[in-house]
């Protein structure tokens, strides 16, 4: 039996320089799966059009994807924003991998989530995209600092992954709002279709928590948190924080409340 039932992932950004494709590679070894639901913004053709940056590693995440779907691994790709290019192609197969433009997945204990990338409940993205790639850029920027800021810090002796994109979000105000207004969106639409929660990725802001009764999950992503959910074989979803320290791997973990 796989280790866990299902994987949930979101915003990995191939094909940019911030893509923490090891770090990806290293969970997915350690997390064989039944289900692998790829939850939008895989592939940033946004940041590919500026410039291209596919490493070996990138090429590998690709192949293991298609790999573990020849294997037997249910894998579902849900186009996100990033990635829009896709999303002609919803409904169709490619190499073993569905791609589908939302998925009602049920868990092992029968709750019915909602798969979504979420940007089309983005009132910035669907009406200003001029913003939002100005957004994207500066949270790029963001990021490269952070990477000369980590390197300091390891200098310096200072153990814990610290990350310059979530402090700022944490203390600007605006962009605290926007993730409240992001989830109440969200968990809305589950709850007019009768769901139990919804499952999305596109803000970067990975948790598990309750609104309203409804079960919100975000996967976060893999340019800045490497972040990413997985469902037990009874059902119970779990939040993974994957870091890399001195050349190991360390975990730390968020449990669904009862």
């Known amino acids: 039996m796989p280790r866990v039932r299902s994987l949930f992932l979101s915003d990995i950004h191939l094909g940019t320089k911030a893509c923490q494709a090891e770090h990806l590679l290293a969970f997915l070894r350690e997390h064989p799966a039944e289900n692998v639901f790829l939850i939008g913004d895989i592939i940033d053709f946004w940041a590919m059009k500026r410039s291209l940056a596919w490493s070996p590693a990138h090429n590998t995440v690709v192949q293991k994807m298609l790999r573990r779907a020849r294997h037997g691994e249910r894998i579902i790709f849900i186009p996100g924003n990033h990635d829009e290019a896709l999303r002609a192609h919803c409904g169709t197969v490619?190499?073993?991998?569905?791609?589908?433009?939302?998925?009602?997945?049920?868990?092992?204990d029968g709750k019915?989530?909602?798969?979504?990338?979420?940007?089309?409940?983005?009132?910035v993205t669907r009406h200003h995209k001029w913003v939002a790639v100005l957004g994207d850029m500066a949270y790029t920027l963001l990021v490269k600092i952070n990477v000369w800021l980590s390197f300091a810090r390891r200098c310096l002796g200072l153990s814990g992954y610290w990350s310059l994109a979530g402090y700022a979000k944490r203390k600007v105000k605006t962009a605290l709002q926007?993730?409240?207004?992001?989830?109440?969106?969200?968990?809305?639409?589950?709850?007019?279709?009768?769901?139990?929660?919804?499952?999305?990725?596109?803000?970067?802001?990975?948790?598990?928590?309750?609104i309203d009764k409804l079960l919100y999950v975000n996967c976060g992503d893999w340019v800045d948190s490497c972040t990413g959910i997985v469902e037990h074989h009874d059902g119970r979803l779990e939040l993974i924080h994957w870091a890399s320290q001195a050349g190991r791997h360390s975990l730390t973990t968020e449990l669904i409340p009862e």
């Open 94 to 108: 490619f190499g073993d991998i569905r791609v589908e433009h939302e998925w009602v997945h049920e868990t092992a």
């Open 178 to 210: 926007f993730i409240f207004d992001f989830e109440e969106n969200v968990t809305r639409a589950a709850r007019a279709r009768g769901l139990d929660g919804v499952v999305c990725g596109h803000i970067h802001w990975a948790t598990i928590r309750q």
């Open 112 to 123: 019915r989530l909602l798969l979504v990338h979420g940007d089309e409940f983005d009132q």
